[in-house]
């Protein structure tokens, strides 16, 4: 795959506390992407990125914001962490193959605001 | 803004079975993807088969293939002789072909796959 990394996989936190969620990849790609999967909802785009410090916001952007200062990192941040925001969160970039385009996905980090 | 419709939330097959899984999207572009993503109980989001919009032949990966019908706007699924490890949400999603349109990809909210044995 094209090797893309999250941490944490899993992330316990408090309402009103800061989180910060890293997506790491390996073979300079320039578009990423988060998400965030909620049943019923299947998944939703918070932010985007098309290269180093370009972003953009997503459908559900409210709450969350992002950086890229370097083409292999995209972090995504909740300045407050609410409950609503308890999620799966995924990173994914878009590739191109021999094949054509391709998606693809990190492992996907499970929050839980309490 | 393009939008993915995955109409049945859930459906189920007898294992060796064919199950149809259905997929609508409303786009005005001519030149776009369509993917198919499985995800397991696992977490993990698994490419399962994509069309490009400017083919005509539906695309195949083994017991996988698609009925792409463009002028419907149309992309269904079909698994055939399913197996239990086919069990997983299946996602639709669609992306732009050209970065003057919406380079983002825009997922339907699934469709969950029961098989029994």
């Known amino acids: 795959d094209a090797g893309i990394t999250q941490s944490p996989r899993h992330k316990v936190t408090e309402t009103g506390t800061p989180v910060t969620l890293r997506c790491h990849q390996t073979?300079?790609?320039?578009?990423m992407y988060w998400y965030r999967q909620d049943p019923g909802h299947g998944l939703r785009l918070i932010h985007y990125s098309y290269g180093v410090k370009d972003t953009d916001k997503g459908e559900v952007s409210d709450g969350y914001s992002v950086s890229r200062s370097k083409t292999e990192d995209f972090l995504l941040t909740l300045e407050s962490a609410t409950s609503s925001q308890t999620s799966v969160y995924f990173c994914a970039i878009s590739e191109s193959t021999g094949q054509g385009e391709k998606l693809f996905f990190g492992s996907g980090t499970q929050l839980s605001v309490l | 803004a393009q939008t993915v419709t995955q109409s049945q939330p859930e459906m189920s097959v007898q294992e060796a079975e064919t199950v149809t899984l259905s997929c609508t999207y409303d786009t005005s572009e001519s030149d776009y993807y369509l993917f198919w993503y499985k995800q397991p109980p696992s977490r993990q989001m698994i490419l399962v088969i994509r069309?490009?919009?400017?083919?005509?032949q539906n695309a195949t990966e083994n017991r996988f293939s698609v009925n792409f019908q463009k002028a419907a706007k149309s992309f269904s699924l079909k698994i055939s002789d399913s197996q239990l490890g086919d069990a997983a949400m299946y996602f639709c999603?669609?992306?732009?072909?050209?970065?003057?349109?919406?380079?983002?990809?825009?997922f339907g909210r699934g469709t969950s796959l029961i098989v029994h044995p």
């Open positions: 073979e300079n790609h320039r578009y």
């Open positions: 999603a669609y992306r732009s072909a050209w970065l003057g349109g919406s380079y983002i990809p825009t």
């Open positions: 069309q490009e919009a400017y083919k005509q």
